[in-house]
């Protein structure tokens, strides 16, 4: 397995309150992104990083921000949880994008 | 329109039988194309690439490209129950810095 680790992996917050997930890597990947998985809409993309401290938006990127100051860790806040956030949140690391991503283990977030 | 489109299913086939995923992209710049497997629960795996036009084997595992009609499948065969996941493709434009997912279709393998 790629050396993927996410924290934590079950999480329970209130409305309003600030999360942030972590996603760390041994792998060295210069790639790194924050997925959202749904029922009945699949992975969705919500920011990605292609180096240290470069990062850009994905397709569900409202409400979140990302940080990357070092090449193994990339983090990902909710601003300020809604009961919309809740879901599971995949991080995946890739060498190249051509040559597919790896993904962590998950974190499970329920917003109540 | 979705950039990735696969069957929703869920299909279902017996075990031994030969089972069919189907997946069609609309970046005809798309180079690289992946298939995922994820159970229930876990994390999606990588199990197939494909770059070039053909078919690639891996196994009980066939990956079929044809870029002219934008379109990538993957055969499973012999299928056996622990094949029961649901299978993801994954398309990636040369420039891209990511991949794009397609929804899904849901495989069960009846014993």
């Known amino acids: 397995d790629a050396g993927i680790t996410q924290s934590p992996r079950h999480k329970v917050t209130e409305t309003g309150t600030p999360v942030t997930l972590r996603c760390h890597q041994t792998?060295?990947?210069?790639?790194m992104y924050w997925y959202r998985q749904d029922p009945g809409h699949g992975l969705r993309l919500i920011h990605y990083s292609y180096g240290v401290k470069d990062t850009d938006k994905g397709e569900v990127s409202d409400g979140y921000s990302v940080s990357r100051s070092k090449t193994e860790d990339f983090l990902l806040t909710l601003e300020s949880a809604t009961s919309s956030q809740t879901s599971v949140y995949f991080c995946a690391i890739s060498e190249s994008p051509g040559q597919g991503a790896y993904f962590g283990p998950g974190t499970r977030l329920t917003v109540t | 329109q979705k950039e990735v489109e696969q069957n929703s299913g869920p299909l279902s086939v017996p075990e031994g039988a030969i089972a069919s995923l189907n997946c069609t992209y609309s970046d005809r710049g798309s180079q690289s194309f992946f298939w995922y497997r994820q159970y229930s629960g876990k994390s999606p795996e990588l199990i197939m690439s494909?770059?070039?036009?053909g078919d690639k084997e891996d196994g009980r595992f066939t990956a079929q490209l044809n870029k002219a009609s934008q379109y990538v499948s993957l055969l499973i065969r012999d299928s056996q129950p622990s094949d029961s996941a649901t299978y993801l493709c994954a398309v990636n434009g040369g420039s891209a810095r990511q991949l794009t997912f397609g929804s899904g279709t849901q495989l069960t393998v009846l014993p």
């Open positions: 494909i770059y070039s036009n």
């Open positions: 792998e060295n990947h210069r790639y």
